[in-house]
């Protein structure tokens, strides 16, 4: 019998931010064939009225999914995934792997037992997230931190425009609350642009906490769904598409590079 084929996986997210979560999928499928897609026309996410963002969410995957029929896809987006993972769970037969704030680990881990949750404004202020914490957080307090800016800077750093400290100190410095003699000892990167600065975000850092990158949780679940497809050889060089149709800049492209792309 002929070797199954490697299984299609695509990767969604409103930008560039979904490659944190790709490297660390491909890290533990490196057969799979990877379909990286940017709805970069519809960026960003963070900003966009909820019933006009899931019916573009709808209408952009179901579009992948008639040209790439994908085995499984990761909303690599937590904007997304609080918002539209049931309704696309509902509509479409592939399974998805989801994107949302790792409150949960953050809580069990946090010695301090004070968090903070940093994300796109629409993800700290979603039910999703707010029932995350009712359920996982009792605990613990926690600060909601929407950032309106950080996913374009996470955007700019890539495309070789990068943000200045101060401008990325102002965006984080609401996470490090020091009440009650208890300080922030762990900040959730409840957006997936955000590990892509997290030297940055190291250096303006008022003391030093954890910060929580879900991806490697997600490759792991990525994995686990997958285990009936028996891993082969290391896969083709992946494929990216922007929903706008643009070419990458050449500084954009020496990012893109270090992907793999
Ligand atoms: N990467 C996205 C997230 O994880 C959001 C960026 C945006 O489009 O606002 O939330």
């Not at 299984?7 to 491909?26: A, K, M, Y």
């Not at 995934?81 to 953050?106: M, N």
């Not at 996982?136 to 495309?159: H, I, K, N, Q, T």
Request: aromatic share 8%; glycine share 6%; net charge neutral.
């Amino acid at each position: 019998m002929p070797p199954a084929p490697p299984p299609t996986i695509l990767v969604f997210d409103s930008g560039l931010g979904g490659l944190t979560v790709f490297r660390e999928t491909q890290k533990a499928r490196p057969d799979a064939r990877y379909v990286y897609l940017a709805d970069d026309a519809g960026f960003p996410y963070g900003t966009m009225p909820e019933e006009a963002l899931i019916t573009r969410i709808l209408h952009v995957i179901g579009k992948a999914i008639d040209t790439h029929a994908p085995d499984l896809i990761v909303v690599a987006c937590n904007t997304a995934s609080t918002l539209a993972l049931k309704e696309l769970r509902a509509r479409y037969k592939v399974p998805f792997v989801g994107t949302v704030p790792a409150i949960k680990p953050a809580c069990a881990q946090s010695q301090t037992k004070r968090i903070a949750v940093l994300g796109t404004q629409a993800t700290v202020s979603r039910e999703y997230t707010r029932a995350l914490i009712r359920e996982f957080a009792a605990d613990c307090a926690v600060a909601l931190v929407g950032s309106p800016r950080l996913a374009a800077y996470a955007e700019a750093e890539l495309a070789g425009v990068p943000a200045t400290d101060a401008e990325i100190a102002a965006e984080i410095l609401p996470c490090f609350l020091d009440e009650e003699r208890r300080r922030t000892d762990t900040v959730v990167l409840a957006c997936t642009h955000y590990p892509l600065l997290l030297d940055r975000f190291r250096r303006v850092a008022p003391w030093s906490v954890e910060w929580l990158d879900p991806a490697p949780a997600i490759a792991r679940r990525v994995a686990d769904l997958l285990h009936d497809r028996p891993a082969g050889a290391p896969g083709g060089k992946p494929e990216i598409v922007f929903t706008s149709g643009r070419a990458p800049s050449p500084a954009l492209a020496h990012s893109l590079a270090k992907f793999g792309f």
